[in-house]
């Protein structure tokens, strides 16, 4: 009579294979938090290598994504410690022959209200910096657009005002300093007569020989980029930019005496004004 009723108290194979299953899906759970909270700390790097590739310039504060990622990491160790010290408690209690109890499921609610607050701050998070990356993405478009590539020795200036605008302002101002305009190049005017269509586009050319002369004097070759330019012209965007050759480059390109630099570099407050 004495051994059937030890046997009865007795945990069966079922129990304990059912507590190693429980202990294996919360060691699982664990390793899955830690990993997911490894690459959330690496995001940063990852954006700032994306920032890097795509040339934007405003900085930005990734600093949140390590919190986020060392917060779930700290989760899944601390799940794991949970699952382990339970599991203990559950075999202890069965090696005892203590009758299967309903357990508290105070662990899983509780990884779940935090993975539950983690992702709705991560995506708050991920919605805000994607609003401050395109916004300074397109911020750095716009400024970029016609803006002068590395070593070609143009640059660029945005006006305040239409092409048209900016064409009868940079016109005043030449006749003001007595300056000649040799020509206005209507680019976008002649496309419309060939059938085409491109933004406005508008090239003034213009100078004085008493500065322009003594330049070919010492270098011939300035002849090619001589008289100025300056090009006003539209972009996809609409916005309207006003570039010229850069007196620095054209100086390297052609080794005309440094002291003669002065003779062009007219050219940039002329289109400062005419751009403001």
């Not at 406005?200 to 322009?212: C, E, H, Q, R, S």
Request: charge should be neutral.
């Amino acid at each position: 009579m004495t051994e059937p009723a030890e046997s009865a108290k007795g945990a069966s194979l079922s129990d304990y294979l059912a507590a190693e299953r429980t202990l294996l899906a919360w060691i699982r759970t664990g390793l899955a938090l830690m990993g997911f909270g490894f690459v959330i700390a690496r995001f940063a790097l990852f954006l700032e290598q994306l920032q890097l590739v795509q040339h934007i310039s405003a900085p930005h504060t990734y600093g949140l994504s390590l919190w986020f990622g060392t917060a779930l990491i700290a989760a899944g160790g601390t799940v794991n410690l949970l699952g382990g010290w339970h599991h203990l408690r559950l075999v202890r209690g069965l090696d005892r022959g203590e009758a299967a109890r309903s357990h508290s499921s105070a662990l899983a609610v509780g990884t779940t209200f935090f993975l539950a607050l983690v992702g709705l701050a991560m995506a708050i998070y991920l919605i805000s910096v994607r609003d401050s990356a395109h916004a300074s993405s397109s911020e750095n478009i716009q400024e970029g657009i016609m803006a002068p590539g590395q070593g070609n020795g143009i640059l660029s200036k945005a006006s305040h005002h239409s092409v048209a605008e900016t064409l009868a302002k940079l016109q005043g101002i030449l006749q003001s300093k007595g300056v000649a305009v040799f020509a206005v190049v209507d680019h976008s005017g002649e496309a419309e007569k060939a059938g085409l269509k491109m933004p406005p586009t508008k090239l003034v050319i213009f100078g004085n020989p008493k500065a322009g002369t003594p330049l070919m004097q010492a270098a011939p070759s300035t002849a090619i980029d001589l008289p100025l330019k300056i090009l006003i012209a539209e972009d996809a965007a609409g916005k309207v930019w006003v570039s010229y050759n850069s007196p620095g480059y054209l100086q390297e390109r052609h080794s005309f005496p440094a002291a003669l630099l002065p003779n062009i570099a007219v050219v940039e407050a002329l289109a400062t004004a005419a751009a403001e």
